[in-house]
């Protein structure tokens, strides 16, 4: 399946989900966001903000 219709199942499942419990949607819209995003599309969550500054001046010194 394209990530594309991953995304789509995940925003009906999330829909139908907050309808059933009282679960705030946005809590669910993150908590979906981060599985898509790590499981589906195989992006990695960042280890810590220190070694993205890291990156991002050794970037901007070239």
Do not use: H, K, Y
Not at 8 to 35: C, E
């Amino acid at each position: 399946m394209t990530p594309e219709i991953i995304s789509i199942i995940a925003l009906t499942v999330m829909l139908i989900v907050s309808t059933i419990f009282p679960v705030n949607m946005g809590a669910l819209a993150f908590v979906s966001a981060f599985l898509v995003g790590t499981l589906a599309v195989g992006m990695a969550p960042r280890t810590s903000s220190a070694d993205s500054l890291a990156a991002c001046s050794s970037r901007s010194s070239v």
